[in-house]
């Protein structure tokens, strides 16, 4: 019992020098990415947060849309908390009309650019971004300055696979979610709640 505490007091100092270390205070560019379940999912919990914390947030799904999801049903009353906005066309694979999506994709970032000007917004989710990136319906670096020039104290989380390098380099935070394996593959249809 002696050495284990003896462990966990060295892994505290260790920790609390490493806190003691960070003193800028201001926003940061958070992107989740990879093939793996799960970055939408971590956008929402730090929304959840935020909102826990009396924080005002803005929300941008860019190839969402069509169908019911659990997350903008329950956040759609808070509208002096959220501004929630989607662009409306559902998955690229499924509409097959690029110019439709690329329209789609320019009018959802006019509002995005508006947010990232906003200082009431505390944190603004860019969710499934990347995919505008990778098949250039929005330019990176157009992106990344809008991105840069927003209030300091805001934070800005984008989730999806693929993108741009310039992003990935641009971000403060980048975490890679890696798939397994996935329940879809053996079969198992999506379920309200987990999925959607």
Same mark, same amino acid.
């Given at each position: ?28 560019? @958070? ?7 799960? /970055?939408?999912? =971590?956008?929402?919990?730090? !929304? +959840?947060?935020? $909102? ?55 009018? @959802? ?7 990232? /000007?906003?200082? =009431?917004?505390?944190?603004? !989710? +860019?969710?499934? $971004? ?67």
């Amino acid at each position: 019992m002696a050495s284990h505490k003896e462990k966990m007091q060295k892994q505290k100092e260790k920790v609390d020098a490493n806190i003691a270390k960070a003193e800028i205070d201001r926003g940061t560019v @958070l992107l989740l990415t990879g093939n793996g379940k799960g /970055k939408s999912s =971590s956008a929402f919990g730090m !929304v +959840l947060r935020c $909102l826990g914390h009396g924080y005002r947030v803005g929300i941008a799904q860019f190839i969402k849309g069509t169908y019911f999801t659990g997350e903008k049903e329950f956040l759609a009353p808070m509208t002096d908390m959220i501004e929630f906005h989607q662009m409306g066309t559902g998955f690229t694979w499924e509409t097959q009309d690029k110019s439709q999506d690329i329209e789609a994709a320019k009018k @959802l970032w006019v509002i995005v650019e508006k947010m990232l /000007k906003d200082e =009431s917004l505390y944190l603004v !989710v +860019l969710d499934e $971004l990347t995919y505008m990136i990778a098949y250039n319906y929005l330019d990176e670096d157009v992106i990344i300055d809008a991105i840069r020039n927003r209030p300091e104290s805001q934070s800005v989380v984008i989730t999806g696979r693929g993108g741009g390098a310039a992003l990935k380099d641009f971000a403060d935070t980048v975490s890679e979610i890696k798939a397994i394996k996935h329940a879809y593959q053996a079969g198992i249809k999506m379920r309200n709640g987990i999925d959607l």
